[in-house]
Structures are given as structure tokens and as C-alpha cells.
């Protein structure tokens, strides 16, 4: 099975744990207003390989992946879910640890056969990296023009699998930057029991010169870059949220 790839990097350090080989495929259908890679949107124009040759280049420098393995990242790789399936199956019988980082876009509870398939890719992925762009479902589809039903329920289905999963979220100045939505992300995540570890990062305009090669307008201009110590903060609001949802199902449970 081949799969359209936009790159491929050798030791990625924020993937995932450990030293990893990171996979970035082409589609997305997501348009996050701060996007830093708007090259992956399209499908057309990546690389075609095959899942024995993204392995073979794996072998080459097995020897620094002891403690990591392969992500499968992109534009959003449950576009590509079957080849991602293959990849992962075969990664699982040399021993490779497997991570999906994924937007969750892609899934449909009310599919049958979407929901057959997503099971059989996390029956051999060993954590998910899943970003939650926005709690909030106007605000959502404000800041990525898609819905986040499926992505909320895609996390809710990971939970009932007990699927390992890190959640994700980028704090950006106007947007998310909300203490009510962060607050409220925070009682979402806390309704979970197999989130392993929550990143919460800084909104960064490094994608600007792609847009420019690109010739398409960025969209958050005159947006700067969140100071690190703004998203440390947001993290806390993020916790108390999740506490707080923890603490009321605890009591409703005595």
C-alpha cells in the first residue's frame, strides 16, 4: 500500500516520547487560521512511498529510536487511514512504538464503517496525540471552518477503547486564549480517564514565509506570538477545570 507523504524527519524530539522518525502526510481538511504547514493541505503533490519503504529508512537509524518509534502526523493523517493502518501493523511486529498525531476531523460516530476502521488503526496505535483546537463549537468552526462533534466524540470513543492519549491545544491571543474556554476544555478533559499528559503550547507565526511561497494571505497578521509564560498560565485554568470535573464525579459517585 503506498501513501501520498509531504516529508519525513529523522529524529523528532516532540512527537511523541523518546527519539522518533516523524511521518507528515499530505490532506488536511482542517483550515486553522494559524496552520504552519498550509503545504499539507492538498493531497497532490507529496511523495508516493510505500509502508516497507517508510520501514526500511526507519531500520537505518534504528539504533537511535530504543526509547521512541514512529508518528504518523501531517496535514491529518486519518485521511490516509488505511495506509496508516498497514504501517502501524507492521510497525507492531518489529516491537516499534506507535503514535498517531491527529486533529480527529476525520471521525463520524455515526459511521459504521468509519468507526470500524478508526478501531482497527488504535488496535495498534500505542498513543494518540490528539489536538483540540477549540471547545467551543462556533468558535470552532470560526477557527478551523469544520465542526468539533466528531472530534470531541472521537475523544470519548479513545476513552472507551482506553486508548493512551495526549491531548493537545494552542493557546492563541483573541482566540483561544478565552479563561471561559480554556476552563471548559479543562471539564471536558476531566470527564476522561486515559488522558496521559496535556500540552498546552504557545501560538507561534513561524508558518508566515510558507503562506508567502504559497502566495495566500496569513490569516493572523497582526497576531503575536503568545510569550511562553501566557501558556503555562492557560495550562492552569485548563487544570482547575479538569480538577473540578474530577471532584464533582467524585461526589456524585458517594
Not at 8 to 16: A, K, L, P, Q, W
Not at 51 to 56: A, C, K, S
Not at 115 to 137: S, Y
Not at 195 to 221: N, T
Amino acid at each position: 500500500m503506498t501513501g501520498q507523504i509531504h516529508s519525513i524527519e529523522s529524529f523528532g524530539t516532540v512527537d511523541g516520547p523518546g527519539v522518533r522518525m516523524v511521518v507528515f502526510t499530505k490532506g488536511c481538511p482542517m483550515r486553522c487560521l494559524y496552520c504552519h504547514n498550509p503545504d499539507t493541505w492538498e493531497t497532490k503533490g507529496g511523495t508516493e512511498m510505500t509502508t516497507d519503504e517508510i520501514l526500511e529508512q526507519y531500520a537505518r537509524n534504528a539504533q537511535f529510536y530504543r526509547h521512541g518509534g514512529i508518528t504518523v502526523t501531517g496535514g491529518e493523517p486519518m485521511l490516509q487511514m488505511d495506509f496508516v493502518t498497514e504501517l502501524f501493523e507492521k510497525a507492531h511486529k518489529k516491537g516499534i512504538h506507535t503514535c498517531l498525531d491527529t486533529s480527529g476531523i476525520v471521525f463520524r460516530p455515526d459511521s459504521p464503517h468509519i468507526v470500524e476502521k478508526t478501531d482497527k488503526l488504535l488496535a495498534v496505535t500505542d498513543l494518540v496525540m490528539l489536538d483540540i483546537k477549540h471547545i467551543d463549537p462556533q468558535e470552532h468552526q470560526k477557527l478551523t471552518a469544520n465542526p468539533n462533534a466528531g472530534i470531541l466524540a472521537f475523544a470519548r470513543h479513545m476513552d472507551e477503547k482506553q486508548v493512551p492519549v495526549w491531548i493537545r491545544h494552542v493557546v492563541v491571543p483573541g482566540i483561544t486564549d478565552n479563561p471561559d474556554y480554556l476552563y471548559q476544555l479543562g471539564r471536558f478533559i476531566g470527564t476522561l480517564s486515559n488522558v496521559k499528559a496535556l500540552d498546552v503550547l504557545p501560538y507561534h507565526d513561524m508558518g508566515k514565509s510558507k503562506y508567502k511561497e504559497l502566495g495566500i494571505p496569513y490569516p493572523l497578521e497582526d497576531v503575536q506570538p503568545l510569550p511562553k509564560e501566557k501558556a503555562t498560565e492557560a495550562k492552569q485554568v485548563i487544570l482547575s477545570g479538569v480538577r473540578d470535573e474530577r471532584a464533582a464525579a467524585e461526589n456524585k459517585s458517594v
